[in-house]
């Protein structure tokens, strides 16, 4: 029997059962659709986390405060918690501006207040404020596309001037400019003050909660003289992050070694860094991982479904040789070999799976498409197709066929003819 002759057969069979055909090639849809969906989900989601992060500036290194492990025999001081923003200050951003470290190209030190209220007229949205210092928007590689950004004078005043994000301007402000317009800011009912808006930042854009268009910012020395930031006992500001770029090209590990020496040198109580600095490739290297992972469980989850599907297949497969033994028996009879038999049902599984997978690839990418963009669960989703995802799911496809047909087939071959002719 030629391959020519196998699927026409197999494509006979399958049009003389057409409900259980549909209804078996139903599992082999669901489960390549659903390998397509979830790991253009992962991959989405990947995509939009290193967006974010990409999106945070360019050979940027974050220094963070971080639980140290004592101080050193015979003298006080104790570390704050980890990520507690009581281990950095102000002064030490401003010494390693000072220090002029090779491939430092500019420092921002910065500290974020969740939790406070902007009241313009009758709008009052929630918003986190990112007290810093002028450089911020160099070293981020933000830019301001209306009005300025604070300066020098207004963080030696401690100013009440606010420069608001790109969307949460458009949300204070959408009838006009938002320039020198006036605004309440309260925390938590305690403080009541008016800020004047000198600027707006351009849309920076991001995936997520919390994006840079969502912020406002205003003077460090704002937030800890007029909203009750946390002071050290020489009335230095601590703050939670410092903003280190680097400049192209720099050695990371060196700028790192740089700027742990320079930090432990302002830290006679300590004997270990009480503080972590990350790169932006640390960032995304983590974020990669995770994301990796989660596409692979999402990918092993839809693989469950496809091997279900062949499941499914070979029972049907099963059923149909018991079904037709006497055709079988009839073909045996006029000189059909064990192999035609194996060749007539493995090609009759394996046209089940394929046509499956054929239409399990259309729908599974059209609704990866289709779920791009949306809002689901008050989530936007992004979707990234990624051509292997297809290949991967019609080729397991395939092969559950091949598999799944082979035993049925293999069992079709060894009946005896006499016996499948006697067969009602």
């Not at 500290?111 to 949205?125: E, K």
């Not at 929630?126 to 209306?146: G, K, L, Q």
């Not at 854009?205 to 937030?223: E, F, K, V, W």
């Amino acid at each position: 029997m030629s391959p020519f002759d196998a699927l026409r057969v197999a494509a006979r069979a399958i049009l003389a059962n057409g409900l259980r055909s549909v209804l078996t090639t139903l599992g082999m849809v669901i489960g390549v659709g659903s390998v397509i969906v979830l790991i253009a989900v992962g991959q989405g989601a990947q995509k939009g986390v290193q967006d974010q992060i990409r999106g945070l500036g360019q050979d940027l290194l974050f220094i963070k405060p971080a639980q140290t492990s004592g101080a050193a025999p015979g003298q006080g001081g104790a570390a704050g918690p980890a990520g507690g923003g009581q281990t950095l200050t102000k002064a030490d951003a401003d010494a390693l501006a000072a220090a002029n470290l090779p491939g430092v190209a500019g420092v921002a030190a910065q500290q974020t207040q969740d939790n406070i209220q902007l009241i313009s007229g009758a709008t009052n949205q929630a918003v986190t404020i990112v007290a810093t210092t002028p450089a911020y928007p160099t070293v981020r590689s933000m830019a301001v596309s209306d009005g300025r950004f604070i300066n020098d004078d207004e963080v030696t005043r401690k100013s009440l001037s606010i420069v608001l994000g790109a969307s949460l301007a458009q949300t204070l402000f959408p009838e006009g400019s938002a320039v020198g317009q006036s605004l309440r800011m309260t925390f938590f009912g305690r403080v009541n003050l008016t800020f004047t808006v000198v600027g707006v930042m351009a849309p920076k854009g991001g995936s997520g909660g919390g994006t840079a268009d969502d912020y406002a910012y205003i003077p460090l020395p704002t937030l800890q003289a007029r909203l009750g930031g946390p002071r050290n006992t020489t009335g230095d500001v601590f703050v939670n992050q410092v903003n280190v770029q680097m400049a192209p090209g720099a050695d990371q590990a060196a700028v790192k070694a740089a700027i742990t020496d320079t930090l432990m040198q302002r830290r006679t109580t300590v004997t270990t860094p009480n503080f972590s600095l990350q790169t932006q490739d640390d960032l995304l290297g983590a974020a990669g991982d995770v994301s990796r992972t989660l596409s692979i469980l999402l990918g092993s989850i839809a693989g469950i479904s496809l091997v279900v599907g062949g499941i499914g297949v070979m029972n049907i497969m099963l059923v149909s040789v018991t079904e037709r033994t006497r055709e079988i028996g009839i073909r045996r009879a006029v000189g059909a070999r064990g192999k035609d038999i194996i060749l007539q049902f493995v090609t009759e599984a394996l046209a089940l799976c394929v046509g499956g997978g054929l239409l399990g690839i259309a729908i599974g990418v059209g609704i990866a498409v289709g779920l791009d963009g949306r809002e689901v669960g008050s989530q936007t989703m992004a979707t990234v197709i990624q051509p292997w995802s297809i290949g991967v799911a019609f080729a397991v496809a395939a092969g559950i066929g091949a598999l799944s047909g082979s035993y049925p087939a293999y069992r079709a071959s060894r009946l005896d003819p006499i016996t499948a002719l006697r067969n009602e």
